[in-house]
Protein backbone atom coordinates (compact mmCIF):
# COMPACT_ATOMS: atom_id res chain seq x y z
CA UNK A 1 0.00 0.00 0.00
CA UNK A 2 2.91 2.45 0.92
CA UNK A 3 4.32 2.16 -2.50
CA UNK A 4 1.31 2.77 -4.14
CA UNK A 5 0.96 5.72 -1.99
CA UNK A 6 4.06 7.07 -3.37
CA UNK A 7 3.47 6.63 -7.24
CA UNK A 8 0.39 8.45 -6.16
CA UNK A 9 2.04 11.45 -4.75
CA UNK A 10 5.36 10.54 -6.70
CA UNK A 11 5.88 14.34 -7.88
CA UNK A 12 5.61 15.98 -4.09
CA UNK A 13 7.87 13.56 -2.86
CA UNK A 14 10.28 13.59 -5.98
CA UNK A 15 11.20 17.65 -5.38
CA UNK A 16 11.44 16.80 -1.40
CA UNK A 17 13.74 13.80 -1.98
CA UNK A 18 16.34 14.83 -4.62
CA UNK A 19 19.59 16.63 -3.67
CA UNK A 20 22.94 15.11 -2.35
CA UNK A 21 23.58 17.52 -0.09
CA UNK A 22 24.44 16.98 4.12
CA UNK A 23 21.00 16.79 5.74
CA UNK A 24 20.24 17.52 9.48
CA UNK A 25 17.67 14.65 10.43
CA UNK A 26 15.92 14.43 14.14
CA UNK A 27 13.01 12.13 14.63
CA UNK A 28 11.12 14.74 16.40
CA UNK A 29 11.30 16.89 12.76
CA UNK A 30 8.59 13.98 11.35
CA UNK A 31 6.18 14.06 14.68
CA UNK A 32 5.84 17.61 14.65
CA UNK A 33 5.52 17.83 10.68
CA UNK A 34 2.75 15.45 11.37
CA UNK A 35 1.23 17.59 13.77
CA UNK A 36 1.34 20.92 11.88
CA UNK A 37 -0.36 19.12 9.20
CA UNK A 38 -2.99 17.89 11.56
CA UNK A 39 -3.29 21.64 12.99
CA UNK A 40 -3.74 23.08 8.85
CA UNK A 41 -6.27 20.35 8.16
CA UNK A 42 -7.89 21.41 11.12
CA UNK A 43 -7.82 24.67 9.91
CA UNK A 44 -8.66 24.07 6.66
CA UNK A 45 -11.91 22.22 7.92
CA UNK A 46 -12.78 24.87 10.32
CA UNK A 47 -12.68 27.76 7.44
CA UNK A 48 -14.81 25.56 5.05
CA UNK A 49 -17.06 25.18 7.73
CA UNK A 50 -17.70 29.09 8.13
CA UNK A 51 -17.67 29.50 4.55
CA UNK A 52 -20.69 27.51 4.55
CA UNK A 53 -22.31 28.90 7.19
CA UNK A 54 -21.70 32.47 6.32
CA UNK A 55 -22.16 31.78 2.17
CA UNK A 56 -19.36 33.34 1.27
CA UNK A 57 -17.46 31.74 -1.90
CA UNK A 58 -14.13 34.14 -1.41
CA UNK A 59 -12.99 31.61 1.29
CA UNK A 60 -12.43 29.00 -1.19
CA UNK A 61 -8.98 30.66 -1.42
CA UNK A 62 -7.87 30.03 2.28
CA UNK A 63 -9.43 26.38 2.38
CA UNK A 64 -7.64 25.04 -0.38
CA UNK A 65 -4.05 26.95 0.84
CA UNK A 66 -4.12 25.44 4.44
CA UNK A 67 -5.72 22.07 2.72
CA UNK A 68 -2.76 21.96 0.32
CA UNK A 69 -0.16 22.90 3.26
CA UNK A 70 -1.30 20.21 5.21
CA UNK A 71 -1.79 17.72 2.56
CA UNK A 72 1.79 17.92 1.97
CA UNK A 73 2.65 17.89 5.36
CA UNK A 74 1.15 14.75 5.44
CA UNK A 75 2.29 12.97 2.73
CA UNK A 76 6.16 14.09 3.42
CA UNK A 77 5.69 12.68 6.98
CA UNK A 78 4.28 9.41 6.41
CA UNK A 79 5.63 8.48 2.97
CA UNK A 80 8.29 10.77 2.71
CA UNK A 81 12.53 9.54 3.49
CA UNK A 82 14.63 11.07 6.52
CA UNK A 83 16.13 13.79 3.51
CA UNK A 84 12.95 15.07 2.77
CA UNK A 85 11.71 15.58 6.18
CA UNK A 86 15.06 17.57 6.48
CA UNK A 87 14.37 19.35 3.42
CA UNK A 88 11.37 20.89 4.65
CA UNK A 89 12.61 21.81 7.84
CA UNK A 90 15.64 23.45 6.25
CA UNK A 91 19.34 21.78 5.75
CA UNK A 92 21.54 23.12 8.54
Known amino acids: MKAVMRKVFAPILNHFESGEEEI ?8 ILLVVGVLFLVL ?16 AIPIIVFFAIGLVCFVIGF ?5 AVAKIWGNK
Do not use: P
Not at 47 to 53: I, K, L, P, Q
Open 44 to 59: SSLSAFAAVYAMQGAA
Open 24 to 31: SYKKSHRT
Open 79 to 83: LGTDR
